[in-house]
């Protein structure tokens, strides 16, 4: 059975760092497309970065030149760098799988989710 298990999430001032982790098992990262969503109360869940199965990566507008995904094959585990955070940047932040080779938009083109890691960010 698949699982997805984020961390690093916690509380950080505006201008800071954190780096979100998704280690992965029964499931290849680098075989198809992940990505790494976000959510916050009363709003859908909207993709931050994707990286499709041949490495190549992609952003929401919003975090462009702030945040970085990467896959680590070794270990299995996908990342989320997070630098020059802002308090819109506040949400539940899920790591997502699906079994084609293409990282998209829409939540519900997912396989398998993460249980999430909360990021709240103050001003």
């Known amino acids: 059975q698949v699982h997805l298990v984020e961390s690093g999430g916690g509380s950080v001032q505006a201008g800071g760092s954190l780096r979100l982790s998704c280690v992965v098992s029964e499931y290849t990262v680098n075989r198809y497309a992940m990505g790494w969503f976000r959510q916050v109360p009363g709003k859908e869940r909207e993709r931050v970065a994707g990286i499709h199965s041949d490495g190549r990566t992609t952003y929401a507008r919003t975090v462009k030149g702030r945040f970085t995904i990467s896959r680590d094959n070794a270990e299995n585990a996908l990342y989320l760098q997070m630098n020059s955070l802002n308090p819109d940047d506040t949400a539940m932040y899920y790591c997502?799988?699906?079994?084609?080779?293409?990282?998209?938009?829409?939540?519900?083109?997912?396989?398998?989710w993460g249980q999430g890691t909360q990021v709240t960010v103050s001003s």
């Open positions: 997502a799988a699906r079994l084609a080779d293409y990282s998209t938009l829409d939540y519900s083109d997912y396989d398998y």
